[in-house]
């Protein structure tokens, strides 16, 4: 059974940092790209960044360019978004979401809150 566990959501103050992390279980975990996802209370879930399986492609949303960097680390079987500058309008649950020709699994979840 594929197992996905995210981590490292909480609250924090606006301008401050988080870094999640999605730790992958019972996958060949450098042939899976991976993306994480938010959604916002009452909101539709959208695409935050992405990495190719090699971690040599990375995109973003236009929303959090320059403040927030996808990363993985295949030897520890982990991926990892850092989150800095936080704002408001970044506060949701986010998701981690990998994916390769075989199929495509979800995390739980782990919440971030960014209010005063």
């Known amino acids: 059974q594929v197992q996905l566990v995210e981590s490292g959501g909480g609250l924090v103050q606006p301008g401050g940092s988080l870094r999640l992390s999605c730790a992958a279980s019972?996958?060949?975990?450098?042939?899976?790209?991976m993306r994480w996802y938010r959604q916002a209370a009452g909101k539709e879930r959208e695409l935050v960044a992405g990495?190719?399986?090699?971690?040599?492609?990375?995109n973003y949303a236009d929303s959090v360019k320059g403040r927030f960097t996808i990363s993985r680390d295949n030897a520890k079987n982990t991926m990892y978004l850092q989150m800095n500058n936080l704002k408001p309008e970044d506060t949701a649950m986010y998701y981690c979401?990998?994916?390769?020709?075989?199929?495509?699994?979800w995390g739980q979840g782990t919440q971030v809150t960014v209010s005063s």
């Open positions: 990495i190719s399986s090699t971690g040599g492609i990375t």
């Open positions: 019972r996958l060949t975990f450098d042939s899976y790209g």
């Open positions: 979401f990998v994916y390769n020709w075989g199929g495509s699994y």
